[in-house]
Structures are given as C-alpha cells and as structure tokens.
C-alpha cells in the first residue's frame, strides 16, 4: 500500500509524455541548491538562451519577463554562464553557508 506522501509526490505521464509508461516522482530539488539565479530584468532581452540551456527546463520566458521556478531549480548555474547579457547573476541561498 502507498502512503499519501508517496502518493502525492507521484506523477503519471500519460503515453505521448512518456512512451514507456512509467511512473516519476518530482522531488522539490531546488532545496538541495547553495546559490540560486536572479533576473536582471531590465538587462534581459528575453532571447531564451537559458530556458535553451536549463538542463531541468525551470525556465519560462514570457512576454515580458524571464520566471524561474526556484522549487525545482538545481542551482547548476549554467543559465548564468550561458546568458549572453549577463542578466543572471548567482545569488547565495540565506542559512547555505555560502
């Protein structure tokens, strides 16, 4: 039997989503991060060049302004390093010791 805990953090996909049928689980993994990005949004152009690079896609460029899900961001910084405005700058999460 499957506690509610478990069952909450559990996400079906359906078919198209993934082929193999399998079941994810999504861990809120921005918890695990010691810096994490910020939008400059007035040195944003909104190219989407780190919604490009995000290798956990928490990146959403809109129509006016660039929204990163910091529930799920990993803190690996490439958004940062990949930014060709330099509009993302790394900022120490408060209690990491950083």
Same mark, same amino acid.
């Given at each position: 039997? &499957?506690?509610?805990?478990?069952?909450?953090?559990?996400?079906?996909?359906?078919?198209?989503? @993934?082929?193999?049928?399998? +079941?994810?689980? &999504?861990?809120?993994?921005?918890?695990?991060?010691?810096?994490?990005? #910020?939008?400059? @949004?007035? @040195?944003?152009?909104?190219?989407?060049?780190?919604?490009?690079?995000?290798?956990?896609?928490? $990146? +959403?460029?809109? +129509?006016?302004?660039?929204?990163? +899900?910091?529930?799920?961001?990993?803190?690996?910084? $490439? #958004? &940062?390093?990949?930014?060709?405005?330099?509009? $993302?700058?790394? &900022?120490?999460?408060?209690?990491?010791?950083?």
């Amino acid at each position: 039997m &499957v506690d509610e805990e478990e069952a909450s953090m559990k996400y079906r996909f359906t078919e198209s989503e @993934a082929p193999l049928g399998r +079941d994810l689980y &999504v861990l809120e993994t921005g918890k695990w991060r010691t810096e994490r990005p #910020c939008v400059d @949004a007035e @040195a944003c152009v909104l190219c989407g060049i780190c919604a490009l690079y995000c290798p956990t896609g928490v $990146i +959403d460029v809109g +129509d006016d302004v660039v929204s990163i +899900d910091l529930q799920f961001c990993k803190g690996c910084m $490439i #958004c &940062v390093r990949e930014c060709p405005r330099e509009a $993302i700058e790394p &900022v120490p999460e408060e209690g990491s010791g950083a």
